[in-house]
């Protein structure tokens, strides 16, 4: 509510409004003879202080006893004038709240709740005074709207001072309101002096609100379930609302253009207001997610129009419904979803599990045709590859038997889940020697050298043939694991002397090729 006060000054310095009649609501002094209160004049008359004290606005008529917000002068000039119209330079109106109760020589002193406020500057003002009746109160109120609003909290003396630096005109006739003194007496004094004015005492009042405009604010927009007080001010006035209240202010929660009108002895007012609804969002994150480290997850919010994800570490996207994040270690997601101007949010927690330790043990070297275990550690399970050469691939120490060189790879995991790998290389080391067939063997079923075996660490491949005096064959061979008990046709030959031939592929990719003769001795 915009609050005002009347001052009845001898001249008057700001915009020049229209006259008005007098404000609804002000103060007055019935009495004004013998009242103590004066005004200091500087040297060239243009500086004037007026003190008005507590005890004296609280016996004014229609008193305040409690704060107010001053930000207008209402001011009405009497009698008659010669300059119906003069030019100001470097106008200043001053407020302040003082322990003084008679104007000083310096404004600055003894004030108390803050310095003096400078409630209106203009470098050039024009003022024209209003005549007519100067009966108290009358017609011919004319208003000041201060720049800057000034708080009187009631607790102590009232300080309005006016200056400015030089005027068009001589002020010759403006005089006080009551009957008062002429100004031009205190005009020319050679140095600053203090005069009492006890029988032209300046009016002080306050409209209380008459004529503040109604302002309702800008057009908005509330969320599903908020609510929006409007409130039109001027409580000494009559007010009349769309919706058919006639109360000073309303709450609404519901889109609509709201308006509202509102009379008083200044006349009629009126404001609008659009309220706008949106629905109001409920953010869901989603359910808690846990990764492994290094790998990631998908996040899918819902519940609005927008979305906004922090923090931004990790995150695919932070504008988007769906983002895809891997922290690298376990972080609170927020995400706040928006319509318009209504949002909420929820979190989800992305707990981020430690990989498991791998570990498949040192490198190894082996000879050809022998093995090795293999022993992994760190998990919960195992899984090794290739599967070539190994006495189990989903047990933590397989027995390892390749015919080349290889490299393994046990993939371990942890009971959370989580996977990690490591390697461990088995070298096969060649040493073949020579490849050997004996020259006898004694196939008697006694346990001792029944069979013709053929050896060499190397061989991957044979060709054996045996063949009989005559050069019939009666054993031929393409299998390692075979060899020749000395029969043919299921029958066992004579003892004697045979001849035999051999193919041999080795690991390395030579072939070689013997003939040897060997003796069955029963």
Not at 23 to 43: E, R
Not at 325 to 339: G, I
Not at 441 to 466: A, H
């Amino acid at each position: 509510m915009l609050r005002k006060l009347l001052i009845l000054l001898p001249f008057i310095l700001c915009s020049v409004a229209q006259a008005q009649n007098t404000p609804g609501h002000y103060f007055h002094t019935p009495a004004n003879a013998g009242v103590n209160n004066t005004f200091f004049l500087d040297g060239l008359c243009n500086k004037l202080l007026f003190i008005y004290t507590q005890p004296e606005i609280a016996g004014m008529i229609n008193p305040v006893t409690s704060s107010i917000t001053i930000d207008t002068i209402w001011f009405r000039h009497g009698g008659s004038s010669s300059n119906p119209s003069t030019t100001f330079t470097n106008l200043v109106i001053t407020m302040g709240h003082s322990t003084l109760a008679v104007p000083v020589a310096s404004f600055a002193a003894n004030f108390n709740t803050g310095p003096p406020q400078v409630v209106l500057s203009a470098a050039s003002y024009t003022y024209t005074y209003n005549t007519g009746t100067w009966n108290v109160p009358s017609d011919n109120w004319t208003p000041i709207v201060l720049q800057t609003p000034f708080t009187y909290n009631f607790t102590d003396n009232l300080a309005v001072q006016i200056e400015f630096a030089a005027s068009s005109a001589a002020i010759t006739g403006h005089y006080a309101d009551n009957g008062g003194i002429p100004i031009t007496q205190y005009a020319s004094p050679s140095t600053s002096a203090t005069a009492n004015a006890t029988t032209s005492r300046p009016m002080f009042g306050i409209s209380r609100g008459c004529g503040a405009p109604v302002q309702l604010g800008a057009d908005t927009t509330l969320c599903t379930g908020q609510q929006l007080t409007l409130n039109a001010g001027s409580p000494n006035a009559t007010h009349s609302w769309s919706t058919g209240a006639n109360t000073q202010s309303i709450t609404v929660n519901a889109a609509g253009t709201y308006w509202v009108t509102v009379n008083d002895t200044c006349g009629t007012r009126t404001d609008t207001i659009v309220v706008g609804l949106n629905a109001q969002p409920v953010a869901d994150a989603g359910n808690s997610e846990l990764i492994c480290e290094g790998s990631g997850a998908q996040l899918t919010a819902s519940g609005g129009a927008n979305f906004s994800w922090s923090p931004p570490a990790g995150l695919s996207s932070t504008n988007t419904a769906i983002t895809f994040a891997s922290p690298q270690s376990t972080t609170t997601y927020t995400v706040t979803v928006s319509n318009g101007n209504c949002t909420d949010s929820d979190t989800i927690t992305v707990t981020v599990l430690p990989l498991p330790p791998a570990n498949a043990g040192a490198d190894v070297s082996v000879n050809y045709g022998t093995d090795v275990t293999l022993t992994a550690s760190g998990g919960g399970s195992y899984l090794w590859s290739p599967a070539a050469g190994l006495s189990c691939i989903n047990c933590a120490s397989p027995v390892a038997s390749p015919t080349v060189t290889t490299q393994y790879v046990v993939t371990v995991t942890s009971p959370d889940g989580c996977i990690s790998t490591d390697t461990v290389l088995v070298t096969v080391e060649l040493n073949c020697g020579d490849v050997f067939v004996p020259n006898v063997f004694s196939p008697n079923n006694d346990g001792q050298n029944d069979e013709l075996e053929i050896f060499g660490n190397c061989i991957t491949g044979i060709v054996f043939e045996v063949f009989d005096r005559w050069g019939n064959r009666v054993f031929y061979n393409t299998e390692l694991n075979r060899h020749w008990d000395g029969t043919h046709k299921g029958e066992a030959l004579n003892n004697g002397i045979y001849a035999w031939q051999l193919r041999a592929t080795l690991i390395t990719g030579q072939v070689i090729e013997l003939n040897g003769d060997v003796q069955i001795m029963r």
